[in-house]
């Protein structure tokens, strides 16, 4: 079984600058949640969709942070602008029904604002 | 707040010792409880899980849930240096949101 896809692995930009990361989650699940963890902390849920819609964006800053699953499968998380404090590792996980269920992660994307 | 407590670390043991790692949280409504490793650089990899209270065991790995003292533990027998990595405790609070809420991690070092 595939696992969750993530890209790219690196994204190095500059402050105020746009970025993007893409996420395919494992076949079936209909759960996707998008993470931001910061050096030396544990994940942060950004937001949470269940199929294409959204189940929990409460963490999310949507002055700048967008994200979106529109065929209810892949995902696509924006920043725009990007701050100094957007540094961090953006990882996706995905799970079969949400809820309870355990989450499955990807191997993220290191985000490094300059 | 929704709060899971981690001690950062590290925690250092000999191989072949008992490696203990303890998680407290805040919200007694909190249901479903979770484990993840997660090696330098990489991303977290879920170990165990458990949802009762009482000792859940899994090959080296035993994870304890104390429901009424709000606290999640997971031992580690047998441990190797292939062990030495962050654990993440997560608790799962299924009220509004249904978030999983991380803690900050606690740091292993296994020494051979």
């Known amino acids: 079984e595939a696992g969750v896809a993530q890209s790219p692995r690196y994204k190095i930009i500059e402050k105020r600058q746009s970025v993007a990361f893409w996420c395919n989650p494992i076949?079936?699940?209909?759960?996707l949640y998008w993470y931001q963890q910061i050096l030396g902390q544990g994940p942060k849920l950004l937001i949470q969709?269940?199929?294409?819609?959204?189940?929990?964006d409460s963490q999310l800053p949507k002055d700048r942070f967008s994200a979106e699953r529109l065929k209810g499968v892949d995902s696509t998380l924006k920043i725009q602008p990007a701050k100094l404090e957007d540094s961090a590792v953006y990882l996706c996980?995905?799970?079969?029904?949400?809820?309870?269920?355990?989450?499955?992660f990807g191997d993220g994307t290191r985000l490094s604002i300059l | 707040q929704k709060e899971v407590e981690q001690n950062s670390g590290p925690l250092s043991v000999p191989e072949g010792a008992i490696a203990s790692l303890n998680c407290t949280y805040s919200?007694?409504?909190?249901?479903?409880f979770f484990w993840y490793r997660q090696y330098s650089g990489k991303s977290p990899e879920l170990i165990m899980s458990?949802?009762?209270?009482g000792d859940k065991e899994d090959g080296r790995f035993t994870a304890q849930l104390n429901k009424a003292s709000q606290y999640v533990s997971l031992l580690i027998r047998d441990s190797q240096p292939s062990d030495s990595a962050t654990y993440l405790c997560?608790?799962?609070?299924?009220?509004?949101?249904?978030?999983?809420?991380f803690g900050g991690g606690t740091r292993l070092m296994v020494k051979p």
């Open positions: 969709f269940q199929n294409n819609g959204v189940v929990d």
């Open positions: 076949s079936g699940h209909a759960t």
């Open positions: 919200d007694r409504g909190s249901q479903s």
């Open positions: 996980a995905s799970s079969s029904t949400g809820g309870n269920q355990p989450q499955h």
């Open positions: 997560a608790v799962f609070y299924n009220n509004a949101g249904n978030m999983l809420t």
């Open positions: 458990i949802y009762s209270n």
